[in-house]
C-alpha cells in the first residue's frame, strides 16, 4: 500500500456520460497530481494542485476539471466521455522538492462503451 | 518543449546486464527520476539524480550527464520479475512536476 488511495478501481461507462474520480494523498502530502496513461501509452500530465489550489495544468481537455478540498482528498470530473477517454487515470501525491518524486495510487481504469 | 526520449522496447536474457538510455532537453533541468511500472500497475520509484554521475542501488544503478541531457538505468543480474516499463520522468525548474517519457517495455526472456 503506497498511502495513496483511488477508488473506483474500475469504471465502465457509456459515452456522454459523466464520472467522478477520488483520490486521497499520502498523508502529510499537500500536492496532489492527475495523469492520463492510455494504452501504450506514457504518463500525461493532466493537473497538479497544491494545499487546495491549482498549480499546475497540462493536456487536460476542457470536459475534464477538478478540485482538492480541505482535507487534501481530490477529484476529478470527466464529462461527455468518448471512447477515447478509456484510460487508466492515476493519481500521485508528493512533498515539495522530494527526492522520491511522487507516489502514486493503483489507478482508476476507465472503460468508455 | 520539454521532450523526453527513451527507447520503446528491449529484450534481454536472465542473468544479463541491460542499459536503458534517456535524454532531455537540458533547459531547466531540477532532477531525474526512474520508475518501474508492471502492467496495468501503479509506477514505483526506482532512482533520483539531479547531480552529475551515477548511484547504485543493489541491483540497480542510474547515471546522469547534465550537459548532455542524457541519463541511463542499468538492471544488473536480470531477473524474470524485471519485466516492466522503465519510465524516464525529469522535473524542471519553477515546478515540482514531472515530466514523463513514453517509458522502455523491457522484456526478459529465460
Known amino acids: 500500500d503506497s498511502g495513496v488511495t483511488q477508488t473506483p478501481k474500475h469504471l465502465i461507462t457509456a459515452t456522454g456520460q459523466r464520472v467522478t474520480l477520488r483520490c486521497s494523498p499520502r498523508s502529510g502530502d499537500l500536492s496532489v497530481y492527475w495523469y492520463q496513461q492510455s494504452l501504450d501509452q506514457g504518463l500525461q500530465f493532466l493537473i497538479q494542485?497544491?494545499?487546495?489550489?491549482?498549480?499546475a495544468k497540462g493536456n487536460i481537455l476542457e470536459r475534464f476539471s477538478a478540485q482538492q478540498f480541505p482535507d487534501l482528498h481530490s477529484e476529478l470530473n470527466l464529462s461527455s466521455l468518448e471512447l477515447g477517454d478509456s484510460a487508466l487515470y492515476f493519481c500521485a501525491s508528493s512533498v515539495d522538492d522530494s527526492h522520491y518524486g511522487y507516489t502514486f495510487g493503483s489507478g482508476t481504469r476507465l472503460t468508455v462503451v | 518543449g520539454q521532450n523526453i526520449d527513451q527507447p520503446t522496447e528491449m529484450t534481454a536474457t536472465e542473468g544479463a546486464i541491460v542499459q536503458i538510455n534517456c535524454t532531455y532537453q537540458?533547459?531547466?533541468?531540477?532532477?531525474l527520476f526512474w520508475y518501474q511500472q508492471h502492467a496495468g500497475e501503479a509506477p514505483t520509484f526506482l532512482s533520483y539524480n539531479v547531480l552529475d554521475g551515477l548511484e547504485e542501488k543493489g541491483r540497480f544503478s542510474s547515471f546522469l550527464s547534465r550537459s548532455k541531457g542524457y541519463s541511463y538505468l542499468l538492471l544488473k543480474e536480470l531477473q524474470m520479475k524485471d519485466s516492466a516499463s522503465y519510465l524516464c520522468a525529469v522535473r524542471f525548474y519553477n515546478t515540482d512536476k514531472l515530466i514523463f517519457g513514453t517509458g522502455t517495455r523491457l522484456q526478459v526472456f529465460p
Open positions: 494542485y497544491y494545499n487546495g489550489e491549482e498549480r
Open positions: 537540458t533547459s531547466g533541468f531540477n532532477g
